[in-house]
């Protein structure tokens, strides 16, 4: 019976829908997650009867089709890129982002990854890098004397020196936006890489036309709504019980007929 494996569909529809939500709510401490929604697309149909075919030798058409569904499927599950809270730190080297763009960030095979979380540090060096020791591009480092760091709106970065009454100048911090940033692959770590469907990074920097602005001593907060996602989990629980019922309905029908045939 068709029904048992259209419902069936729906069912793990609605697994993929959890595990997504299940994600959401894991990472809403997450520095500058994104939160992932999913799309559902109807699969292919079986017609039997097609809409505006001959119906009879008066050239009559059938005004509505007969066609029957078969079930539905996960086709994407994009991040939904609005601004996440800005939480105060007072840590130095953190800095948030108010606004469009992507912080980037130098990975060990060469690669430039691009990220919203602005939580770094220092190394050895002192060159600017990120928690896993990932060094920030355009390379920036801090001499072991400096008295304070400061980091302007713009991601121009300079440092106080002894015996200096002007700030050293240490750096531009530089930041990448996409055309269509929910192409972007992420690969964990608060990551993401660019990809055909991301587009070619556009680069500038903070404060320029199309990106935002940076501020210090700040990170940005998960974008994720602890009601939204109770919400949608609910209603993919729902879809999933209603599901369930189609199948054991279906499995009562075929019983049905199969008594009739013993009997």
Known sequence: MR??????????A????????ANNVANMRTTGFKRQTVHFQDLVYEHQRRAGSPSSDQNTTIPAGTFF??????????????????????????????GEGFLRVQLPD???????????ETDAQGRLATKEGYLVDP???????ATSVSINNQGQVTAAIPGSTTPQ??????????????G????????????????????GVPGGEGFGNLQQGYLEDSNVN???????????????????????GADSMLTATATMFRA
């Open 3 to 12: 029904a048992l494996y259209t419902a069936a569909t729906g069912m793990m």
């Open 14 to 21: 609605q697994e993929k829908n959890v595990e997504v939500i």
């Open 69 to 98: 569904g078969s079930g539905t499927k996960v086709v994407a599950t994009p991040r939904i890129m609005t601004q996440g809270n800005i939480s105060q730190t007072e840590r130095t080297y953190d800095v948030a982002i108010r």
């Open 110 to 120: 060469g690669r430039i990854a691009f990220t919203r979380d602005g939580g770094f």
């Open 139 to 145: 390379g920036i480092t801090v001499p072991q004397n």
């Open 169 to 182: 100048s240490l750096g531009q911090l530089t930041m990448s936006r996409f055309i269509n940033p929910v």
């Open 184 to 203: 972007l692959e992420s690969i964990g770590d608060n990551y993401y890489v660019e990809t055909a469907g991301s587009g070619a990074p556009i680069d």
């Open 226 to 248: 602890a009601v939204t996602e109770i919400a949608s989990m609910i209603q993919a629980q729902r879809a999933y019980e209603l599901n369930s019922k189609v199948i054991q």
